[in-house]
């Protein structure tokens, strides 16, 4: 007979971002890379290998660089929105600044410099 193993519990350090609603019309690819990149960010060290998150993104950073103007503007539009969403409900900081700096901090240069608060 197989002997009974216990199960332990751990601590979650994994970040896992708030489900957006669709009614936010947002692009699901959009969604899902923020889903990826808000992990790697927010995810202690012990969860995501702080060196392999920062080359992930450091990777990702530099295919949105690639994107057209009008891509990047409609993408700072819907940043604007999630944001908005965040804060209304009352999301944490650390989440709302990641939001409102994420093209910038992907390299992309930006129409205007400032952010919609």
Same mark, same amino acid.
């Not at 332990?8 to 019309?25: D, E, H």
């Not at 993408?75 to 409900?89: C, D, G, N």
């Given at each position: 007979?197989?002997?009974?193993?216990?199960?332990?519990?751990?601590?979650?350090?994994?970040?896992?971002?708030?489900?957006?609603?669709?009614?936010?019309?947002?692009?699901?690819?959009?969604?899902?890379?923020?889903?990826?990149?808000? +992990?790697?960010? *927010?995810?202690? =060290?012990?969860?995501?290998?702080?060196?392999? $998150?920062? #080359?992930?993104? %450091?990777?990702?950073?530099?295919?949105?660089?690639?994107?057209?103007?009008?891509?990047?503007?409609?993408?700072?539009?819907?940043?604007?929105?999630?944001?908005?969403?965040?804060?209304?409900?009352?999301?944490?900081?650390? +989440?709302?600044? *990641?939001?409102? =700096?994420?093209?910038?901090?992907?390299?992309? $240069?930006? #129409?205007?410099? %400032?952010?919609?608060?």
């Amino acid at each position: 007979m197989a002997k009974k193993q216990s199960v332990k519990m751990v601590p979650k350090t994994a970040f896992v971002m708030p489900t957006l609603p669709a009614s936010l019309k947002l692009d699901p690819l959009l969604i899902s890379l923020l889903h990826t990149m808000s +992990f790697l960010e *927010f995810s202690d =060290d012990d969860a995501v290998d702080p060196d392999f $998150a920062v #080359e992930v993104m %450091e990777s990702v950073g530099a295919y949105l660089q690639r994107l057209s103007p009008e891509q990047v503007s409609g993408i700072q539009s819907q940043l604007t929105k999630i944001a908005a969403y965040a804060r209304k409900k009352k999301l944490p900081d650390d +989440f709302i600044d *990641f939001i409102g =700096d994420f093209l910038e901090n992907a390299g992309v $240069a930006l #129409e205007d410099d %400032e952010w919609d608060d």
